[in-house]
């Protein structure tokens, strides 16, 4: 079983940065794909990143690409997101999970554990 805690969200202004920390507790979190997922108030949860268990292959949602960077450092057992000119849409609560697979996958159903979330706001 894994533990997840997201850490690093909170108010920005448009054009600000975060980073979002997320913390796992248990085994084999160096060998699974790990993701980022967001919701917006009124939306439904959306892919945002994902990394595989060597840090060597990433993918983006079309919407972050250029803006959001995701890394791991699988010997902390953390997972990051570096958010840079986050805009308003960026609002959401992030979610922090571990996918059951080791290829990317950017459907929640390859998702097994997640964490609490933590809030994004970003203003005008």
């Known amino acids: 079983q894994v533990h997840l805690v997201e850490s690093g969200g909170g108010l920005v202004q448009a054009g600000g940065s975060l980073r979002l920390s997320c913390a796992a507790s248990?085994?084999?979190?160096?060998?699974?794909?790990m993701g980022w997922f967001r919701q917006g108030p009124g939306q439904e949860r959306e892919f945002v990143a994902a990394?595989?268990?060597?840090?060597?292959?990433?993918e983006y949602a079309d919407s972050v690409k250029g803006r959001f960077t995701i890394s791991r450092a699988n010997a902390e057992m953390t997972l990051y997101l570096q958010m840079t000119n986050l805009k308003p849409e960026d609002t959401a609560v992030y979610y922090c999970?571990?996918?059951?697979?080791?290829?990317?996958?950017?459907?929640?159903?390859?998702?097994?554990?997640w964490g609490q979330g933590t809030q994004v706001t970003v203003s005008s």
């Open positions: 990394i595989d268990w060597r840090g060597l292959n990433a």
């Open positions: 999970a571990r996918s059951m697979y080791s290829l990317i996958n950017r459907a929640l159903g390859a998702y097994d554990f």
């Open positions: 248990g085994r084999t979190f160096s060998d699974n794909v």
